[in-house]
């Protein structure tokens, strides 16, 4: 089946420090891979994609992502996180098709404190 | 990139009534668009897929007749929530995949609509 799996739920971070949350897929094929954030009471934005090529990604506001296709992940990296970056991420995977949907994990939370 | 505007914002209506959420692609024409529900605390949850000039297809568990979805254009979807009650009380997002020979196929997502049913 495919799915999804963001274990943390909620991840507190001191501003400056590093992040790091984990996103692991199960999918039959080679999947397209996202991360989404989302701020309170607001629609999702992008951050980075993974189609082929590098498997590290770079997204914005600093955002990174590697794709680990012999792990079935594809952690979003931030080496100094800002207060700003406080929302919830979504990571998403799909099939390189036009019409098919994605399916999202169940997001994780990210707090920063000063 | 590409625009993806949904209204209203937030809504709230008399248990009973319908309401209507659009979703528009502002600089594109999508012949797909997708209807998310997010409950609090969780995830996006696909509730149908919206394909311009045809009907949609809805997700396993979704009322046909309690959601109507109409896609009569290549830039606007419209979300009816009829006969709302309390339970239908959630935050709706719309999305929409730019076309390949235009862009990637990437989504790109509304803003959300939060309906309340009081």
């Known amino acids: 089946a495919q799915s999804v799996t963001q274990p943390d739920i909620h991840i507190t971070v001191s501003e400056g420090a590093s992040l790091e949350l984990r996103c692991n897929y199960s999918?039959?094929?080679?999947?397209?891979l996202f991360w989404y954030v989302q701020s309170p009471g607001q629609g999702l934005q992008l951050l980075l994609k993974?189609?082929?090529?590098?498997?590290l990604v770079q997204g914005i506001k600093g955002f990174e992502a590697e794709f680990k296709r012999s792990q079935s992940s594809f952690n979003l990296r931030k080496p100094s996180v800002h207060w700003s970056d406080a929302a919830e991420y979504f990571c998403?995977?799909?099939?390189?098709?036009?019409?098919?949907?994605?399916?999202f994990g169940t997001g994780t939370l990210l707090a920063v404190q000063p | 990139g590409a625009v993806v505007s949904q209204h209203p914002s937030r809504v709230i209506c008399k248990s009973g009534t319908s309401v209507k959420i659009e979703c528009r692609s502002l600089d594109f024409q999508a012949t797909t668009m997708f209807w998310y529900r997010q409950f609090p605390k969780q995830s996006l949850m696909l509730m149908a897929t919206?394909?311009?000039?045809?009907?949609?297809?809805?997700e396993q568990g979704v009322e046909k007749d309690k959601f109507l979805i109409n896609h009569a254009s290549l830039t606007l979807s419209t979300l009816t929530v009829t006969s709302a009650h309390p339970e239908d009380s959630s935050f709706y997002i719309c999305s929409a995949r730019v076309p390949r020979g235009v862009g990637t196929g990437e989504l790109f997502f509304g803003e959300g609509s939060r309906l309340t049913v009081l």
């Open positions: 999918y039959g094929a080679t999947p397209y």
């Open positions: 993974y189609f082929s090529g590098d498997t």
């Open positions: 919206s394909n311009e000039g045809s009907k949609a297809t809805y």
């Open positions: 998403a995977v799909g099939p390189p098709s036009a019409t098919n949907k994605l399916i």
